[in-house]
């Protein structure tokens, strides 16, 4: 598949078929997050993988939405503050390194067949406490992977000319 071709099939599903993930799909996944780049190669990040049904139903109360409900598992993607890199000016990087690894997660789940979505919005600080995280480590993104139960809907995005400069 071109690059392109892929990037415009990724969406954000909100709606997830009740199937199994394959473990080989996983793996490839996952693979393709570690190789992503970062400031420095500090690599600062963790990635849990949200599947056993205590944890997924801890996960849940952290973004109660009927949609997120119904993926079969989650990745909580976390900052490591403290292994991020930091220009300078002071302005820390660490936002930057997770974005670009968790884009590699969402292009290559859906290269597999899978769909994703970013979920943003959610209580990090519940997260944190249900998860028993670390002071370091920021929960940042929850990412929702299976199969699509649903069709994405057209993208509407700004034209090249509005944001070439």
Known sequence: MRFLDLVKARYSCRS????HVEQEK????????????SAVNRQPWRFRIVA????????RQCYPRDWFNTAPLYVV?????????????????????????????????????????????????????LFSLPDNEEPAV???????????IEKKRKELTDILL
Request: with cysteine; glycine share 6%; net charge negative.
């Open 16 to 19: 997830y078929q009740d199937r």
């Open 26 to 37: 996983l793996n490839y996944i996952m693979e393709c997050v570690r190789m992503a780049p």
């Open 52 to 59: 056993s049904a205590d944890a997924v139903g801890k996960l």
């Open 77 to 129: 993607v976390s900052i490591m503050h403290d292994e991020a890199w930091v220009r300078a000016d002071g302005k820390p990087h660490g936002d930057i390194d997770i974005a670009i690894a968790v884009e590699h997660l969402c292009l290559a789940a859906t290269e597999q067949g899978l769909a994703t979505c970013w979920v943003c919005n959610f209580d990090a600080a519940l997260c944190r406490t």
């Open 142 to 152: 929850l990412i929702p992977l299976g199969y699509a139960a649903d069709e994405p």
